[in-house]
Nanobody, 126 residues
Framework: EIQLVESGGASVQIGGSLRLSCVAS????????MAWVRQAPGKKLEWVAR????????FYSDSVKGRFTISRDNAKSTMYLILNNLKTEDTAMYYC???????????????????RGQGTLVTVSS
């Protein structure tokens, strides 16, 4: 059974930083591209960042580019997301997800994700 468990979410002030983690099990992590997605209250699920299976190729949505960093440690079956210079609009539930195919197309359908975790909440306030 595929399991994805996120942690690291918290309430922070504008400009603050966080590191999210996702521990994966039940599949060959090193062979799977992965992603972080998020859903703000009342809004649709959206891409945040993606990373190739070997960790060498990241892809970021325009809204987080330059502020967030995605990485992975295949030896630990763990993926990370460092969030810097947080803004109120970053407030959302953040989910770790397994991708079937690594795409760097911004409009790649998020509906292609069929495995994601329960999420970790990030709240940014002034």
């Amino acid at each position: 059974e595929i399991q994805l468990v996120e942690s690291g979410g918290a309430s922070v002030q504008i400009g603050g930083s966080l590191r999210l983690s996702c521990v994966a099990s039940g599949f060959t992590f090193s062979g799977s591209p992965m992603a972080w997605v998020r859903q703000a209250p009342g809004k649709k699920l959206e891409w945040v960042a993606r990373i190739s299976s070997n960790g060498l190729t990241p892809f970021y949505s325009d809204s987080v580019k330059g502020r967030f960093t995605i990485s992975r440690d295949n030896a630990k079956s763990t993926m990370y997301l460092i969030l810097n210079n947080l803004k109120t609009e970053d407030t959302a539930m953040y989910y770790c997800a397994k991708m079937n195919y690594f795409s760097q197309v911004a409009s790649y359908p998020i509906s292609t994700l069929n495995h994601r975790g329960q999420g970790t909440l990030v709240t940014v306030s002034s």
